[in-house]
């Protein structure tokens, strides 16, 4: 698997998504992952499952430093000393001192000031308890503006991703700051996209699921790694054995050529406006 450098990150193009996995089932499903050949698991505060992956990922057996570990913080805990309790409360639950990413999970909802929120990550970073930092849920305005007021370049903005979704503002927003795009929901949550046409055919032809096919479409692109989640046991490693093949330039654009409007999942109240 190939790895994404985001201004110096080095993040695994496949990752592991973890929201909606609990307890016992969150630890054996983390470890499993581990154990399948995944190095990059992907958790939030707010999943509320931080314990079970730190403990998933000790039980795995690998060293600290083999697995990229992302959490996030809450859009409600962005006053600066909000934050660094936030941090400092999910590194207390994974039963770790730093993580390998930490990202602002959406912008403030309630009016906390961007550069008030950029220094409290920098000031996270300073304090050696995230190795990157970075953002979620940026649109290209709010991004442009977060990367002119970090004092340590922003690792990547993590996004709602597949190919029902164009996100070419985004993408093209995060190349020219150096930064990776990580997909999330990249399977559109097996939605509709299992079955279009294009990736049907891709599947047929290089006899791979369509869920490879979508996986792989995400990584062939420039900066851009996936984290799909699975409970599943089965499909963690089927998830994984995309880098054994390529997808052809047109077979490329055409599943590029499924967006359609009104396809974004995860569109809250508190959301920003979206490119
Ligand atoms: N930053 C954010 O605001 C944000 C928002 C949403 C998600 N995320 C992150 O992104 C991760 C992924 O997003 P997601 O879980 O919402 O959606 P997703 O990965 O697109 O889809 C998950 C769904 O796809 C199914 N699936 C997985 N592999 C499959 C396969 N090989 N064949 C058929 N179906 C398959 C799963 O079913 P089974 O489980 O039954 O196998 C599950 O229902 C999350 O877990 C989380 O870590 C971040």
């Known amino acids: 698997m190939h790895r994404v450098d985001a201004n110096g990150a080095g993040i695994p193009a496949l990752g592991f998504g973890t929201w909606t996995l609990e307890g016992d089932d969150a630890k054996s499903l983390v470890s499993e992952a581990l154990a399948s050949g995944y190095r990059h698991v992907d958790t939030a505060a707010m999943y509320g499952n931080e314990a079970a992956v730190g403990e998933g990922i000790r039980a795995s057996g690998l060293a600290r430093d083999e697995v990229f570990l992302t959490t996030k913080i809450w859009h409600t805990d962005l006053a600066a000393a909000d934050l660094k309790a936030s941090l400092q409360a999910s590194l207390e639950r994974l039963k770790f001192d730093q993580v390998d990413l930490a990202l602002i999970h959406w912008p403030s909802s309630n009016g906390v000031p961007l550069a008030e929120s950029i220094e409290a990550l920098n000031a996270c970073y300073a304090e050696g308890w995230a190795k990157n930092i970075g953002v979620s849920n940026f649109p290209v305005k709010l991004l442009d503006e977060a ?73 062939q692109q420039d900066g851009v790694v996936a984290i799909p989640r699975t409970r599943t046991p089965a499909r963690i490693p089927e998830n994984l054995a995309i880098f054994d093949f390529e997808l052809s330039a047109s077979e490329m654009a055409a599943i590029s050529a499924l967006t359609v409007a009104g396809s974004r999942i995860c569109d809250f109240a508190f959301s920003p406006e979206w490119d």
Not at 160 to 185: F, I
């Open 147 to 219: 990367v002119g007021l970090s004092a340590q370049p922003l690792a990547c903005n993590q996004v709602e991703y597949h190919p029902m979704l164009n996100q070419d503002a985004v993408h093209g927003a995060c190349r020219r700051h150096g930064m990776a795009m990580v997909s999330y929901c990249p399977l559109f949550r097996g939605g509709d996209a299992f079955t279009a046409a294009p990736i049907a055919a891709a599947a047929e032809a290089h006899g791979k699921s369509p869920a490879q096919i979508i996986l792989r479409w995400h990584v």
